[in-house]
């Protein structure tokens, strides 16, 4: 399942990534809210129709291999809805953005819709299309014509956008959990009539993108890079199935390039919820007429 891995190259920032792409550090600058030396999400893989097992899944008895085990059996659902929950918080300001959308896991493509809150370079809400090592961004502020489209390639993210756009898209947050170093069982809860297994624990995002593979790792390997926290704490709750339904992931990294002091740290709680599975999800690459290119030169600002 693991195809050619390409890894990117981590972007030097101070307070906001100094990217080569002015599309990109308009993008950084609007999800963010000015809070930060941003990061953002790319497409992680997932098996394919084709490659289903005729045995239904099951949650494996042993916690990690639980943990592992969820991106894949959940894209073996074909489809799914998601709501989302980004939270930054550093020594000066908190902001929460909160979405609603859904992914294609057959033809591997998601679109998510991302309330902006106050105080962001742009208002309203993000509209993100993403594809494994691709994301689509409309609404994001500067220069960018209204309605029109951002085309990045995850790796022009110093954090692979996993938490820059507003949002962890739902396959890079299963992805991520394919990196999983530990993982405790710490009960069963009953939500909306279902049993859920919660389990807690840490992963390594490098070790996602290597156990991913192709261009749906990138973003997990720009992200690994990035963040100053390797071993990233989640909470994960997974059905009788072994389907996610919910996934907490703490992303943590510089605002100031290269300090470890405490004030100089932002925290990014991220929270994806899947519900719906094999509910069909519209979703499509924007026309090329509505993509919009910045010139190298043009100020995003």
């Not at 239904?56 to 008895?61: E, I, M, N, R």
């Not at 069982?185 to 859920?196: K, M, P, R, S, Y």
């Not at 599975?277 to 924007?286: D, H, L, N």
Request: charged content about 25%.
């Amino acid at each position: 399942m693991t195809d050619q891995q390409r890894a990117g190259r981590p972007g030097r920032r101070r307070q906001v990534p100094h990217l080569r792409s002015a599309a990109g550090a308009a993008l950084l600058a609007v999800a963010l809210a000015g809070l930060t030396a941003g990061c953002s999400a790319g497409g992680s893989a997932a098996d394919s129709a084709d490659e289903r097992s005729a045995a239904p899944d099951q949650l494996a008895a042993d916690p990690l291999t639980a943990v592992r085990n969820a991106a894949d059996i959940t894209g073996r659902t074909g489809s799914a809805h998601t709501a989302t929950e980004l939270v930054t918080e550093s020594s000066e300001k908190k902001a929460v953005f909160s979405g609603t959308g859904g992914y294609d896991y057959v033809k591997r493509i998601g679109r998510l819709e991302v309330q902006v809150p106050p105080g962001a370079a742009t208002t309203g809400k993000i509209v993100e299309v993403v594809l494994p090592g691709t994301v689509y961004l409309q609404n994001s502020g500067a220069k960018v014509p209204e309605g029109k489209w951002v085309k990045l390639d995850v790796r022009q993210l110093p954090d692979g956008n996993l938490v820059s756009s507003g949002a962890t898209d739902p396959a890079s947050a299963a992805g991520a959990l394919r990196g999983a170093q530990k993982a405790d069982a710490v009960g069963t809860e009953t939500v909306d009539g279902v049993a859920l297994h919660h389990y807690r624990g840490t992963l390594d995002l490098a070790k996602a993108a290597d156990a991913t593979g192709g261009r749906g790792g990138d973003g997990l390997r720009m992200g690994g890079q990035t963040f100053t926290v390797k071993e990233v704490p989640y909470d994960v709750w997974l059905d009788d199935q072994g389907r996610l339904h919910k996934v907490v992931e703490v992303f943590t990294f510089a605002g100031v390039a290269g300090s470890k002091e405490a004030k100089d740290q932002v925290k990014v709680t991220s929270t994806t919820s899947l519900t719906d599975f094999g509910k069909p999800v519209e979703a499509a690459e924007p026309p090329a007429s509505d993509i919009y290119a910045m010139k190298p030169s043009e100020s995003p600002k």
